[in-house]
């Protein structure tokens, strides 16, 4: 993988970028659709194409038990599996020893899960993470680490973070696919000594890309931020920065004003399932009566698919008729906005305006959708 910085913000800490990889560009700051299984949920991967979808991020846990390795394998890795010719990032499978801390057993060489589809037994470490992506064959895998969660005290995360860093030297020596990257996964909870500490310890192993994990967990706002600022001053220049698992629109521009260039987020799929829209002047829940006569389109001035050819009135009728059509419209609508407004921040950035079209943007925001 090759990165280079394109261009600076003089005003603020955020940055265009350019990461090459054996199937394609990738233009930064960038947004990364979430297709844990294989598939962004309700979209193919010609939908991807035309709503300018950059990335698309696989779950190695998820891929392990469905459709497992050896399907994998027999299919020549996930990119012909599924027909995306762009680029892939997977999770390590890091994100479940959070998520399933129900269902795990955790060790030094990794955790011991009770599969979530039928129970059965089966071991994912970084060694097994690792295989496993090298199989998928995505062009940038993440180590395995262990995903803290909030609150956290101190010593846990003490722990847990060294326990990350072994991880992470032990996924870089692991066999990977040819042109693949590896990214390590900065932790450390709500402590800005130890989250710096992780960041020391990784950037000495040396990784192509950095994330900042054990953000989304519940914390508040704020924590969050200040995770990102405790972490960001000790990754490298010259190596892309991804905060995993924010999707909301002022939070993308609050990280990229502080120097972050990917992200990740489930929410446009599933709010899209649960009837509601994406725009700029926040979250506009379509499955509501009140939109039942309303002739306009999802979001004004959005020229996706769904806003160009369909009315909110239809679309709720729809949603309100269980019909996959409006989930699927939503879909549309929802991962379009939010790699537009993606590419508009980058518009700016690259125009000196950023700061500007931030404080605009932060504007409209907090008067409210129109009605």
């Keep these: 993988m090759f990165f280079e910085v394109t261009g600076k913000d003089p005003h603020s800490k955020a940055r265009l970028g350019r990461i090459s990889t054996a199937h394609g560009t990738v233009e930064t700051p960038v947004f990364m659709d979430v297709g844990t299984a294989g598939a962004v949920k309700a979209l193919e991967p010609r939908d991807l194409r035309e709503l300018r979808t950059q990335v698309v991020l696989g779950n190695t846990y998820h891929l392990m038990l469905r459709p497992g390795r050896e399907v994998l394998e027999a299919a020549g890795g996930l990119h012909r599996f599924m027909g995306w010719d762009g680029p892939i990032l997977t999770d390590s499978g890091g994100f479940q020893v959070f998520s399933l801390a129900k269902m795990r057993k955790l060790s030094e060489d990794g955790c011991l899960f009770n599969s979530h589809i039928d129970g059965h037994e089966f071991f994912l470490g970084p060694r097994e993470s690792m295989e496993m992506q090298r199989v998928i064959g995505s062009d940038i895998a993440m180590v395995f680490d ?110 990229v004003a502080r120097g972050v260039d990917m992200f ?64 699927r419209l939503l879909t549309i609508h929802n991962v379009f906005a939010l790699n537009r407004f993606m590419e508009d921040m980058r518009g700016a950035i690259a125009s000196g305006v950023f700061s500007e079209w931030k404080r605009e943007f932060e504007a409209k925001e907090k008067e409210g959708p129109t009605e």
Excluded at 171 to 177: E, L, V
Excluded at 274 to 298: E, L, M, S, Y
Excluded at 299 to 322: M, P
Aim: aromatic share 8%; glycine share 10%; charged share 25%.
């Design 146 to 255: 262990e995903c803290l969660p909030y609150p956290c005290d101190r010593a846990r995360a003490e722990k847990s973070v060294e326990q990350t860093i072994r991880w992470a030297r032990a996924s870089k020596d692991c066999p990977h696919a040819p042109g693949q990257s590896v990214f390590g996964i900065v932790q450390g909870g709500v402590y800005d000594d130890i989250r710096r500490h992780c960041a020391e310890e990784l950037v000495k192993i040396g990784f192509d890309g950095y994330a900042i994990g054990g953000v989304s967990v519940g914390e508040p706002e704020e924590a969050m931020y200040k995770a990102v600022e405790a972490s960001e001053p000790f990754l490298p220049e010259d190596a892309p920065r991804y905060v995993m698992g924010l999707g909301v629109m002022r939070q993308l521009a609050e990280c």
């Design 264 to 327: 990740d987020c489930v929410i446009p799929t599933r709010v899209a399932r649960h009837g509601t829209a994406i725009t700029r002047r926040g979250n506009v829940a379509i499955k509501a009566a009140k939109w039942a006569f309303d002739q306009g389109p999802v979001e004004e001035g959005c020229d996706c698919y769904c806003c160009r050819n369909f009315t909110r009135s239809y679309v709720r009728h729809l949603i309100a008729a269980n019909e996959i059509t409006g989930l």
